[in-house]
């Protein structure tokens, strides 16, 4: 079975600085990574994936994230915060092998200050 | 447009008081399930279905009820609702559990 941890439930961030989300997950097989985020009142909408391939994955809105298999990791990143980065922040993990089963993280919150 | 839509976005009902949460979703996909998010939990799945007439319980689904009789559609039942329901819903819809999840809006439970 598979599991999510993000480590930090809240992150505050000058603006132009560097963000950077922990994710760490366990799976007994090839996993599919994926990074969501959450406006406030909003759904979730997806940033990036990582399914096969390359590790470095790009998304929407400059971020990135890199797929560690030997670290269980799949951290998110942006180089320089905009005010428009401040949401709640989820990694989710979905086995290869199994249907229906998304497991999300307990979610981030991203502060950004002036 | 693409999209998934929830009704109602808020309900406040009382104990005991049966209720139904609307998905549709209009981009033929046969992968939708339902999410409740609670403070420092993230989302939890509580029902998912594969296709019409297809369903299966996800890790919290005591005392919610699901159907998919339409491809499009997937309500949530709770057929006596309890204090311990309050959450906010999400009702999601893929191509398959591995590609991008598309969430609808959101739906704000209270049960008092």
């Known amino acids: 079975a598979q599991s999510v941890t993000q480590l930090g439930s809240h992150v505050s961030v000058s603006e132009g600085a560097l963000v950077l989300l922990r994710c760490n997950y366990s799976?007994?097989?090839?996993?599919?990574l994926f990074w969501y985020v959450q406006y406030p009142n909003q759904g979730l909408q997806l940033l990036l994936k990582y399914t096969t391939g390359a590790t470095l994955v790009k998304g929407i809105n400059g971020f990135e994230a890199e797929f560690k298999k030997s670290e269980t990791s799949f951290h998110l990143t942006k180089p320089s915060a905009h005010m428009s980065d401040a949401a709640e922040y989820f990694c989710a993990v979905s086995e290869s092998d199994s249907w229906g089963k998304l497991q999300f993280g307990a979610g981030t919150q991203v502060v950004v200050t002036p | 447009e693409a999209q998934v839509t929830q009704n109602p976005r808020y309900l406040i009902t009382v104990t005991g008081k049966k209720l139904t949460v609307t998905c549709s979703q209009n981009m033929n996909h046969e992968y939708m399930s339902w999410y409740r998010q609670d403070p420092g939990l993230g989302l939890r799945q509580i029902y998912y279905s594969m296709n019409v007439e297809v369903t299966d319980k996800g890790d919290v689904p005591e005392g919610y009820k699901v159907s998919r009789k339409e491809k499009r559609n997937f309500p949530l039942i709770l057929e006596s609702p309890s204090p311990n329901q309050t959450s906010l819903y999400f009702c999601?819809?893929?191509?398959?559990?591995?590609?991008?999840?598309?969430f609808g809006q959101g739906t704000r439970l209270t049960v008092v």
């Open positions: 799976s007994s097989v090839p996993p599919y």
């Open positions: 999601a819809s893929s191509s398959t559990p591995n590609t991008e999840a598309f």
